[in-house]
């Protein structure tokens, strides 16, 4: 995309942005800022469905995707890598727990399932 059409772009989206922020306020509806933070947990949440670990809100069961989960865990480990020594405290011990905790969830039910 040529540079012209970044800015035209990036430009529309700012609008429709700041748009939608206006119309929220007006309504009284809340409008939560994305943050790293809740990014994470995004990822974090939709791997433990993949595990079964949550119900999955769409069909309202449990169901094993070890394939889909794999992918947020590594997906997870990507943007470990790449924000290595960009991270504030809590944003890097956040990632670094979620990491840890969602693949010792998932060997534990790797191995429960082979047994």
Same mark, same amino acid.
Request: charged content about 30%; cysteine-free; hydrophobic content about 30%.
């Given at each position: 995309?040529?540079?012209? +059409?970044? @800015? ?5 989206? @700012? +609008? $429709? #942005? +700041?748009?939608? &922020? &206006?119309?929220? #306020?007006?309504?009284?509806? #809340? !409008?939560? $800022? =994305? /943050? ?16 079964? @670990?949550?119900? +999955? =809100? *769409? /069909? ?20 470990? $890598?790449? %924000?290595?020594?960009? *991270?504030? =405290? ?7 727990? !979620?990491? !840890?905790? *969602?693949?010792?969830? !998932?060997?534990?039910?790797? @191995?429960? %399932?082979?047994?």
């Amino acid at each position: 995309m040529d540079q012209e +059409n970044q @800015k035209k772009v990036d430009e529309n989206w @700012k +609008n $429709q #942005v +700041n748009k939608e &922020k &206006k119309e929220s #306020v007006d309504s009284n509806d #809340v !409008y939560h $800022q =994305p /943050t790293f933070s809740i990014f994470l947990s995004s990822l974090g949440m939709q791997a433990m469905i993949a595990m079964g @670990k949550l119900e +999955n =809100p *769409l /069909t309202k069961k449990s169901e094993t995707n070890f394939e889909q989960a794999r992918f947020l865990i590594d997906t997870l480990g990507v943007i470990e $890598q790449k %924000t290595r020594n960009n *991270l504030n =405290p809590e944003e890097k011990t956040l990632l670094e727990e !979620y990491l !840890y905790n *969602l693949r010792m969830m !998932y060997i534990e039910l790797k @191995k429960s %399932t082979n047994d």
